[in-house]
């Protein structure tokens, strides 16, 4: 069975995503069954046993800190071997530093962009190993709506997503004559621990044009993870598909 890859899978998005793609199938004839599931974790293991608990062993964890440079090519390695041939990265992990920009530190700037994008890069280029061979395989980048929408304060972070979607476009163009898709999810605003530390500013100008009342949750952005990932996709590949509740609209 083909595997997925999630990182930053134990909290928020993520969360939603591995557990969107390890539910059971449902009784009575679903279409297929639930692929085989990862997910990462860098410093809150006993957030991933849950989700391991919670999908009941459906999905396994696996340590990644995104600042570790080699440790994407061993941990495809590892999910390989426990799990079978990687068909999905899902590319969510990430972190947030706000600053603005005239008072930000090198130290600052370069940790966001060395996690957002470079650990980024890192994880696809692992994985493409394998997928290009077998000439088979998804990747999904999730971005963010600060990529679209300029908030104060989030210059690094808004760089750093930026350049995930720049990145998305160009290396769906490398890839595609190998049957591998490269697409990007931008969500809006979604409450989860990392944007718990979001101004309640920077939260309203990134809520302030959302067409539904409901606004934008994990499980949305989940379900589009999860069809672009699938067949149903098969026909779309460097684009960005935006999941705001119609901020952007």
Not at 77 to 101: I, K, Q, T, Y
Not at 117 to 130: I, K
Request: hydrophobic share 50%.
């Amino acid at each position: 069975m083909a595997a997925v890859l999630v990182t930053g899978g134990s909290r928020g998005i993520g969360r939603a995503v591995v557990e969107a793609l390890a539910a059971a199938p449902a009784a009575g004839g679903a279409p297929a069954p639930a692929p085989a599931v990862a997910f990462t974790w860098r410093s809150h293991e006993a957030a991933a046993r849950e989700v391991e608990a919670a999908t009941g062993g459906r999905a396994r964890a696996f340590q990644l800190d995104l600042r570790d440079h080699a440790r994407p090519d061993d941990l495809v390695a590892e999910v390989e071997a426990a799990l079978g041939p990687l068909h999905g990265l899902v590319n969510n992990a990430g972190e947030r530093r706000e600053g603005l920009l005239a008072l930000m530190s090198d130290d600052d700037w370069e940790a966001v962009l060395d996690v957002n994008l470079g650990g980024l890069f890192r994880c696809c280029r692992a994985a493409l190993r394998g997928m290009l061979v077998r000439r088979r395989g998804v990747i999904v980048n999730v971005a963010s709506l600060s990529a679209l929408h300029g908030v104060a304060g989030q210059t690094a972070y808004a760089a750093s997503k930026a350049g995930i979607l720049g990145l998305t476009r160009a290396l769906a163009r490398e890839v595609g004559k190998r049957q591998v898709r490269v697409n990007a999810v931008v969500p809006g605003f979604v409450a989860t621990d990392l944007t718990a530390g979001v101004p309640a500013a920077a939260a309203a100008a990134l809520r302030a044009g959302e067409c539904l009342p409901g606004g934008t949750s994990a499980a949305a952005v989940a379900e589009a993870v999860r069809f672009l990932l699938s067949d149903g996709a098969a026909g779309i590949t460097g684009q960005t598909l935006v999941v705001d509740a119609g901020a952007s609209a």
